[in-house]
């Protein structure tokens, strides 16, 4: 399981893939390593991998693709084999179950055609094992029969490159990672790359989108280009159906204020838990479980849905005494920090707890 498995469906910010995205997103997919934004390095990387490849005539290493969901692995994979000018196949780990699965795939590539294994960290081990004869020797073992006799027979294999993505690379067992002569690992994108994922995508849904639009759509797209995406049509949304379906900052602000995703990208969720650690417990350091029933959640949601995003954008700590706010979080609800010497115990301001108690911006 991943961390990103436990992710409502309907939360506007996941950056896993809902059904409405994996409509849209074949159209969205920049087909060439020119067209595509941003992730500099492991463009340049693989573009050279790529070129000496075409070169010598013969199929390249086999690339790992690793990083989190939503910045452009699966779409990578098909570039590469579009730039190969090679037909693709596309499988995933959990839909590998034997290892015969994986021979009868292997054994109907073409040479030099690409095999693209989503979640590779999630194969069984049998097929794992086959694979990784089948990345170094172009060749696997297929066994006949049962017990003592049982016989393997060889199958010479095409040439072909096998492309792995995974959102945790830190699974994949040594002697797999090390099969593959490249991995790129996926970084998030930085405001001004979403902006412009922003603007090609908005051109091709036909929305005319201005830059303070398109700016303010990626400040609030968590550094994730599908989520950017989604963001872009709900904005569209709001634009068709208030306005005259021209996106500007302040449409774009309005119609994202009304889906509950701030300035920051943060979601309801999020700001629930934030909002908690700093009016309840005054900053922390309180526990998880504690955190988590004041905001009415289970804990592992609080954990794994919520916090993750908190911490990358340094608004909250995991310490060993429990969960601190930032003075960045503090700032962001537009609270002030209560005096430290007056910071006792927890809670630190107990009028909080009273029924319609004081009210911020966030109530
Ligand atoms: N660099 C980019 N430039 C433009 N669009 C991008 C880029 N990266 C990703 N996208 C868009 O974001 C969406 C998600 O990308 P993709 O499906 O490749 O992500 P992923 O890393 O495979 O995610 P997952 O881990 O969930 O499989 C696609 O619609 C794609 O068009
Ligand atoms: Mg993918």
Known sequence: MSPYDSEPAD??????????????????RPKLLDEFIGQE??????????????????????????GPPGLGKTTLSMIIAAELG?????????AI???????AILSSLAEGEVLFLDEIHRMSRPAEEMLYMAMEDFRVDVIVGKGPGATAIPLELPPFTLVGATTRAGLLPPPLRDRFGFTGHMEFYAPAELQRVVHRSAALLDVEIDPAGAAEIAGRSRGTPRIANRLLRRVRDYAQVRHDGVVT??????????????????????????????????????????LAVAVGEEAETVEEVAEPFLVREGLLARTPRGR???????QHL???PPDRAGRGA???QPELFAPGGPRSPEN
């Open 11 to 28: 939360r506007l910010v996941t950056a896993a893939a809902d059904g409405e995205d994996q409509a849209v997103e074949a159209a969205l």
């Open 249 to 290: 900052a302040e449409i774009a602000g309005r119609a994202l204020e009304v889906y509950e995703v701030d300035a920051r990208g943060l979601d309801r969720l999020d700001r629930a838990v934030l909002g908690a650690l700093l009016r309840l417990f005054g900053g922390g350091p309180v526990g998880l479980s504690t």
């Open 86 to 94: 090679a037909p693709i196949r596309i499988t995933s780990g959990p």
């Open 334 to 336: 537009g609270l002030v």
């Open 346 to 348: 927890v809670p630190a």
């Open 97 to 103: 179950q034997h290892a015969g699965d994986l021979a």
């Open 324 to 330: 601190i706010a930032t003075a960045a979080a503090w």
């Open 41 to 66: 390095r492991v463009r340049e990387q693989l573009s050279l991998v790529l070129q000496a490849a075409r070169r010598r005539g013969s199929a390249p290493d086999h690339v790992l693709l690793s």
